[in-house]
């Protein structure tokens, strides 16, 4: 293996909708670089980057896989990440770590759900983007519609490299934009024969390099004065002015490719040892502080750990960027977020499934260790004394729940670290144990999402488990005044008990007065764990309550709060007063102040309009524009509440509020709806109070249960 300095590296992602072919062009650039001798394919089950089980059986990648070659005096490292977006975060972990992105897209289906989620991370982390159109030997490609869907969603910067001579199964060459020349692919080599473009063609295609050059001449005076006057740009001006315009985001260029048949391999690896970043050319990564930190080889060591696997074939792994200096095998790195030192004892690059051992790993490099006892995905690793802390990657809300059980009683504690360890290498699939649900609740990004979770908790921690309907977080409030009193009394034997509280229970709605007949004595708002407020008032007179006995009336109000007498669900938003009581000179304890407290507030809770509230997430529909329809007078039935509606391209965002009691299946229906050509996203909004005949229902429910239980 020989050792790059950063400017020979370059780390470009494949990225986009799946079933456009980025893993079967990960093989026509490996065989291209000579890293493999022969192509695989997805039917055979034979590419280097769909190497997992999981993979193999659903035919679409699901983890990102990290692949290089060397290739002229460079190593081009690439990572082939998952269309579907259900894998979307590790997609986003892999645009993260590089600085250029390489977006597919089936010239067949044209722009795709995958397409834009690629392109907004893309633009979020200010990568330099080209579009890469696959899939032209298809019957039904289509070069032009496709091109003009990319200029209309992502503007005019949107500029043609290439354009094929012929599309469908007879496709084998384009023409070449920048040196204008037909590239035509004869063999399985990836490699052109170049040829002249004949006389006849220049009138089509002159017209399309001159829109090219000037859109380039356009981003600089001198440039467009040099254009102006000589009616060209030629390549010693033309090619460091691409690599400007295109690393500042000002051109985002359209090339050709053929992942079947592997076309356009040569000017695609040419393309990236030209024109793309080198990690030093590009900003830098942003710290927690705000700061940025370009890639420097001349500092001391830091990196980023973007990657945790632990699969079959390649172990158990960290993978990381190197940020600043280089790292050595037997370094000592600090973990800022642990304050840990960890040795990386052995250093590897990664192709695929294999690992390779290596001396040292430069800035700008990627690489991987055995996994590390401290460390975790987004966690920063930097030598002693060199003080930084890279911000983490941001991945997106959940869109899917399920409750997750072990088949086998017993193994509750086994299914709880297998899912937290599923989440230290998959930061989007977050686990809770929802004390107030009593179940395990797997969060994720969709079904499909879910279904591999299982898996990896049935093959690789042998666990076997139910997916179970999660139960919604209700909440219960009440919204009229009531005034009521309890006493509490006991005589058995020797000592009783005696308490007798008169309160009154309201709505918290905050600035509203306490009733004037009342004397206030102390006031506390709690803000309660389970969101919304307590108002605890004491407007005791005469002392006819020991003040001592105020905490345990508290308690007793606290307790029922934390079981409302509806649904057992938490209570919310009440104001208590308490403003009248008797005690008994010698059986008035706590416990007996708590109990009539408690039964108190019950009695005066269900008297009160009780009502149950349940949680409404905002939800963001993106739709092709050819299902809008069905999507919008689908909401009414899952109960949701249209906002707006905007337009997006060939897209239709729409603005909706949706119970989540409705939305645990929404993904399903929403891909079944659309074909999969659209997604959501969602995020809490606030309670809102059920329609009284689901009320019904679930203080019915609630009643069976408990029934049940009781037997
Ligand atoms: N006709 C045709 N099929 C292709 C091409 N590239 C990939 N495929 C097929 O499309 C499917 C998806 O390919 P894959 O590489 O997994 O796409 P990815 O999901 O983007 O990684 C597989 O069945 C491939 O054999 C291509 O250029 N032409
Ligand atoms: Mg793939």
Known sequence: ????????????????????????????????????????????????????????????????????IEHNGYKINFIDTP??????????????????????????????????????????????????????????????????????????????????????????????????????????????????????????????????????????????????????LDESILFPALKKTFIERDIFPVICVNSKNNIGTDFFVDFAIRFCPAPDEVSGRVTKAENIQKVDANLPASLFVFKLTSEAHLGDMTFFKVQTGKIVPGIDLLNETKSQIERLNQIFVINGKKRIDVSQIIAGDIGATVKLKFTQINHTLHEKGFNIDYAPIEYPNPRIRIAVAPKNKGEEEKVGTSLNNLHLEDPTLIVEHSPELKQIILYAQGELHLAVAKWRLEHRYKVEVEFKEPRVPYRETIQKQVRGMYRHKKQTGGAGQFAEVHMMIEPYVEGNPIPSEFTVRGRDLYDLEWGGKLEFVNCIVGGVIDQRFMPAILKGVMEKMQEGPLTGSYVRDIRVVIY???????????????????????????????????????????????????????????????????????????KAKMPLAELDKYSTALRSMTQARASHTQSFAEYQVVPPQIQQKLIEEYKKRQQEESE
């Open 83 to 232: 269309g579907t977006d259900d894998f979307i975060g590790e997609m986003i972990a892999g645009l993260n770590v590089v600085e250029t992105a390489f977006i597919f897209i089936n010239a067949q289906n044209g722009v795709e759900v995958g397409t834009e989620n690629a392109w907004e991370y893309a633009e979020k982390y200010k990568l330099p983007t080209i579009f890469v159109i696959n899939k032209l030997d298809l019957d039904q490609a289509n070069f032009e519609s496709t091109f003009n869907q990319l200029r209309e969603l992502f503007g005019r910067k949107v500029i043609a490299l290439h354009l094929p001579i012929s599309t469908g199964p007879s496709f084998k060459s384009f023409y070449n934009l920048l040196d204008m020349k037909i590239y035509e692919y004869n063999d399985d080599s990836g490699k052109a024969t170049q040829k002249e473009i004949p006389d006849s063609d220049k009138s089509k295609i002159e017209p399309l390099r001159n829109e090219l050059l000037e859109m380039i001449a356009e981003t600089d005076m001198e440039l467009m004065d040099k254009y102006i006057e000589t009616g060209t």
């Open 580 to 654: 009248d009581g008797k005690m008994h000179p010698v059986d008035s304890n706590e416990a007996a102040f708590k109990t009539a407290g408690m039964m108190v507030f019950k009695e005066n809770f269900v008297k009160a309009d009780p009502k149950i509230l349940e949680p409404i997430y905002n939800v963001e529909i993106k739709v092709p524009e050819e299902f809008v329809g069905d999507v919008m007078s689908d909401l009414p039935s899952r109960r949701g509440v249209i906002i707006g509606i905007e337009s997006e391209g060939k897209y239709q965002k729409i």
């Open 1 to 68: 293996m020989n050792v790059y300095e950063t400017k020979q590296i370059r780390n470009i992602a494949l990225a986009g909708h799946f079933n456009t072919g980025k893993t079967t062009f990960a093989d026509c650039i490996l065989y291209y670089g000579k890293a493999i001798n022969r192509r695989g394919t997805i039917e055979e089950n034979s590419t280097q980057s769909d190497f997992n089980e999981i993979e193999q059986e659903r035919k679409c990648s699901v983890l990102s896989s990290l692949l290089f």
